[in-house]
């Protein structure tokens, strides 16, 4: 899924707003960033058909809601972005800090501390 | 059936693929018999050696391949005067027979990696793209993703890009936040996420649980070297430990600790041995090229003797 510069505006006008026709969103860019109404319309179409949005008809205009919160599209994209090098289906394409270490005990962490500390006052007693 | 030079080059790229299918074989015994010694290899010869054993295969199919080449092209010197190395009727390949057969298999079986990791990587840039496009700039090539969780990495081949989000930013200290962020610009310096990828690929052709031992071998290197180019005069080996350990402690208040599992036992110890390489606690010790390269001979030399020994086995059972 690819999320262009204005479709990430408009989730954004749309997560803060909860709702909203294209007339509204219309209203508030033309007057930040201008384009004409039928960019918007397409942009909401687009991000419709991308499933980040779900809409009703009110009379003859459709009202669009954001169908995903934020946070949880961050995390389906951060999953699909860093899924594990290791794992079955992984994308192999992340570095990342610390990335195992959630599958450790707090036993085993009690004991690297120790060792991190008696290193430290080894170290401090060299100078 | 196919005759002439058509029929020589699918031949001989049926002899690759026998080649390739015997490296591999005797790769993977290397790997199993030998995966806990690359532990103890200083980082950089080890990830050679990584790089090696995953080439291997393709090195060794590409010289038999060529060397029965050479042979047919110079009067058939394999086929006359070593009498072990010989393949029946070069100029004539039927698609129906196991030379047939086998061909295809290795051909679809090449595709299915290749055309699966690139569908990967299409999905890959496209939300890569969308979380660039989420989150905000927060340095130099660092954009911050606004989520409690700890979460720091990096990726991108060309346009390389960090990854830190604000849960880990309002988490750490000054200090430690520029840890996590050297760190990750390490791997970028390093083309890391590039590396990760290539390496991948050509791991995806041993077995699944040989293939995730080699990427995981891959991973703790390229973490370790990461980890070593942090430190300087005012971040120190046992703070960038302590950083490590602050960040694992975050990660499990986010997300329960898993265990049992071989590649998460397995994942632990990656985070033991990088806290164990930064504290030099691990007594690392130079690649012995000698014994790498012999072995290397060796399974070249099994590949090209094996093929006639599988041409009469297979035979003894099928016709051409």
Redesign the interface.
């Known amino acids: 899924?690819?999320?262009?510069?204005l479709?990430?505006l408009v989730l954004q006008y749309l997560w803060q707003h909860k709702s909203a026709d294209v007339k509204e969103v219309y209203t508030h860019f033309n007057k930040i960033r201008g384009g004409s109404l039928n960019t918007y319309q397409s942009t909401l179409d687009r991000l419709y058909k991308k499933e980040l949005l779900s809409r009703h008809k009110v009379i003859n205009a459709y009202q669009y809601q954001a169908k995903v919160e934020?946070?949880d599209?961050?995390?389906q994209?951060?999953r699909?972005?860093?899924n594990d090098?290791?794992?079955?289906?992984?994308?192999?394409?992340?570095?990342?800090?610390?990335?195992?270490?959630?599958?450790?005990?707090?036993e085993?962490?009690t004991k690297?501390?120790a060792?991190?500390?008696a290193?430290?006052l080894k170290?401090a007693q060299e100078k | 059936m196919i005759e002439g030079i058509l029929a020589v080059v699918l031949n001989v790229m049926t002899i690759a693929v026998i080649a390739f299918c015997i490296a591999n074989v005797s790769v993977s015994l290397i790997i199993s018999l030998l995966a806990q010694k690359f532990l103890a290899m200083q980082v950089q010869p080890r990830k050679l050696v990584l790089w090696l054993l995953v080439t291997t295969p393709w090195l060794a199919s590409v010289c038999v391949a060529l060397l029965f080449l050479n042979g047919y092209l110079s009067s058939s010197v394999l086929e006359t005067e070593i009498e072990y190395v010989h393949w029946h009727h070069m100029t004539v390949f039927k698609w129906l027979s196991w030379h047939g057969i086998t061909l295809m298999i290795g051909v679809t079986f090449s595709s299915y990696i290749i055309v699966k990791k690139m569908i990967q990587l299409n999905k890959h840039q496209h939300d890569l793209k969308s979380l660039t496009a989420l989150s905000i700039h927060f340095d130099v090539k660092v954009q911050e993703i606004e989520m409690p969780e700890v979460i720091a990495f990096t990726t991108g081949f060309s346009k390389k890009m960090c990854f830190i989000s604000s849960g880990m930013i309002q988490e750490l200290t000054h200090d430690e936040l520029t840890v996590v962020i050297k760190h990750e610009k390490e791997h970028a310096k390093n083309s890391d996420p590039l590396k990760k990828w290539v390496f991948s690929i050509f791991a995806d052709f041993f077995i699944p649980s040989l293939a995730n031992r080699l990427k995981l071998h891959m991973t703790l290197a390229m973490e370790q070297l990461a980890d070593d180019g942090v430190i300087d005069d005012e971040l120190t080996s046992p703070f960038i430990a302590s950083t490590l350990i602050k960040v694992a402690r975050l990660n499990a208040s986010y997300s329960p600790i898993k265990s049992n599992d071989l590649v998460a036992n397995f994942g632990a110890d990656v985070l033991e041995q990088r806290i164990y390489f930064l504290l030099g606690q691990l007594d690392l010790k130079p690649v012995n090229k000698g014994i790498t390269g012999v072995l290397m001979l060796l399974i070249l030399c099994m590949s090209l003797s094996s093929i006639d020994a599988i041409h009469h086995l297979i035979e003894t059972v099928f016709n051409h």
């Open positions: 899924m690819q999320i262009g510069e479709e990430k934020k946070c599209l961050i995390g994209l951060i699909s972005v860093t090098f290791i794992a079955d289906d992984d994308s192999s394409l992340v570095a990342a800090f610390s990335s195992m270490s959630k599958d450790f005990s707090e085993q962490l690297l501390e060792l991190i500390e290193q430290r170290l």
